[in-house]
């Protein structure tokens, strides 16, 4: 413990009603950020600058992460912030919700021998909440502005990071969201105790200041189309990532309180935002004092569950069909939410909703695990007979997520759609089957993580340039 630290809490201890509260949360505050700046010098100045960077190779980025750790370790913070903004367009946020685990993190040379892992997303927060708090971050100043433009659809991130990357180039940019915030799942996805809202309002301020037009409750199909967007930019990026929830059409699936999990977290996170909730102020999807269960073992359900334990629900119950090995979610999450005191109930399977107009009781079924399918993953089988019930008042359905119809949705039955109806693109160009239209992030790559959607933004970025410097190359040789 520092010195300062050491004076500060023996002051407390001696007095602890004496002094004002603000002093007392500015004094923390200062401690708690010397605290976190010597950590993260601590933890760069344990990287062994290895020759071969696994955790650089692993993330979908490629972070040069060896070299901001040695900046950090230095002391060098701005030149450390400047080269993670060098491959990443919001690496405090990728810090604060990548799966560190999967990727970065559990390929650092030290935590393979068993030394445990360089936090590195913890040192990547800290250097760029460091460059905001100094005022390091600027927007972006062009010196002449093209008079090409780009329409996006989508402000998730891959819509954002492509915006960016077009706008630092001097293109005109406009994204067009049927939501009322930018962010996409940023902002009424992922919950505020793993990303709080201020950070991407932060990040999306910035761009509006950069001259990046934001144009908010205009849904692409219904408003405008994609053909008047054709007319209107010179390019367009279609990043409009995957809503469609699974369903498990159950008996008694049509009862109250049975809900999706966006329609959950998004009324969390809006009442989070300060907007005025009705459904979660008159209780209904409120988790306060009820018995909740939720369906599925991904990150959604870990983020409804850990949500649903912050709103001091009286149990919170997580059903899943396979083991715990076996689950799609991070493992950290599920460590997490078990200490929180998330009840897991593995291998097990929801076969009914009971109640009489609101749910009251989820009938379970046992499984065990058969012979693996084609994918290698053993197969959950149904044990005869061992059905139980557990009392529920709420039930969040946790399935994951599919593309929405867009050929529909756009009005555009030649846009060429994959057989999982994610939208089909010429990997090297981007472009998809109609000259001019691009797509990026998780409408290609189905549902995945924000790393992968802030690269496909950039990559998208690259190939229009170069698609808008040859049909600017065309129009000079055709005058
Ligand atoms: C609950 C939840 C938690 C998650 N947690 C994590 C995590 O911890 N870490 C992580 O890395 N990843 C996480 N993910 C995944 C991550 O959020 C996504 O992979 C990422 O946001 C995809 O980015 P995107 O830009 O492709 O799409 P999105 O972020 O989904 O953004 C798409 C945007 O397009 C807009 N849009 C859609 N259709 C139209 C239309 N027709 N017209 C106009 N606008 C339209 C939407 O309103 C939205 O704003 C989570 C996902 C969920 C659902
Ligand atoms: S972007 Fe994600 S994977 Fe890459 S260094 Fe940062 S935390 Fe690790």
């Given amino acids: 413990m520092s010195e300062k630290m050491l004076t500060f809490v023996k002051i407390e201890q001696q007095n ?40 650089q190779i692993h993330c979908p980025l490629h972070n040069n992460i060896p070299d901001w750790l040695k900046l950090t370790a230095e002391g060098r913070l701005q030149e450390a912030n400047d080269l993670a903004h060098s491959t990443n367009n919001m690496p405090e946020i990728c810090g604060r919700i990548c799966p560190q685990d999967r990727l970065c993190e559990g390929n650092c040379v030290i935590e393979q021998s068993g030394h445990g892992t360089v936090t590195i997303g913890s040192v990547e927060k ?30 998730g991130p891959a819509g954002l990071a492509c915006a960016e990357e077009l706008r630092k180039s001097g293109y005109k940019v406009t994204i067009y969201d049927r939501y009322d915030r930018p962010g996409g799942l940023l902002i009424y996805g992922i919950p505020n105790f793993k990303l709080e809202k201020f950070v991407v309002q ?11 037009i934001f144009k908010q409750n205009i849904e692409v199909g219904r408003d405008i189309t994609l053909e008047d967007l054709k007319k209107k930019h010179d390019a367009v990026l279609i990043a409009t990532g995957v809503y469609k929830a699974r369903e ?68 919170v119950k997580c059903l899943y069909r396979r083991d715990k090995e076996n689950m799609p979610g991070s493992a950290r999450e599920v460590f997490n939410a078990e200490e929180e005191g998330v009840e897991f109930i593995w291998l097990s399977s929801p076969i009914k909703f009971i109640g009489s107009d609101k749910i009251a009781a989820v009938t379970v079924q046992k499984m065990k695990l058969g012979k693996p399918d084609s994918s290698g993953r053993r197969t959950p089988e ?55 239209v691009f797509a990026a992030g998780d409408i290609v790559r189905g549902a995945s993580l924000v790393v992968w959607a802030i690269r496909d933004g950039r990559d998208a970025a690259l190939a229009i340039k170069k698609y808008l410097e040859q049909k600017k190359i065309n129009k000079i040789k055709a005058a």
């Fill in 16 to 55: 602890p009603n004496k002094r004002k509260v603000k002093t007392r949360i500015e004094d923390f505050k200062e401690v708690y950020d010397q605290f976190i700046s010597q950590r993260a010098k601590e933890q760069s100045s344990r990287c062994s600058q290895c020759g071969v960077p696994f955790c």
């Fill in 126 to 155: 800290y250097i760029t909440d460091t460059a905001w708090d100094k005022g390091w971050i600027k927007p972006i100043k062009i010196l002449r502005e093209k008079d090409q433009s780009v329409g996006i659809v989508g402000s």
């Fill in 202 to 212: 932060r990040r999306t301020n910035l761009l509006k200041e950069s001259g990046i």
């Fill in 248 to 315: 498990i059409n159950l008996p008694g699936h049509n009862l109250k309180n049975v809900f999706p999990a966006m329609k959950f977290l998004i009324a969390s996170n809006r009442k989070g935002l300060g907007d005025k909730v009705q459904e979660f102020d008159n209780g209904t999807l409120n988790a306060q004092n009820k018995d909740i269960v939720v369906i599925g073992g991904g990150d959604t359900a870990m983020d409804c569950v850990r949500t649903a334990v912050r709103q001091n629900a009286k149990s």
């Fill in 382 to 436: 149904p044990i005869p007979n061992s059905d139980f019930e557990i009392k529920a008042d709420l039930a969040i359905k946790a399935l994951g997520f599919d593309p929405e119809d867009l050929q529909k949705l756009f009005n555009h039955s030649e846009l060429s759609i994959s057989k999982w109806g994610t939208i089909k693109i010429n990997l090297t160009s981007m472009e998809t089957n109609i000259p001019g």
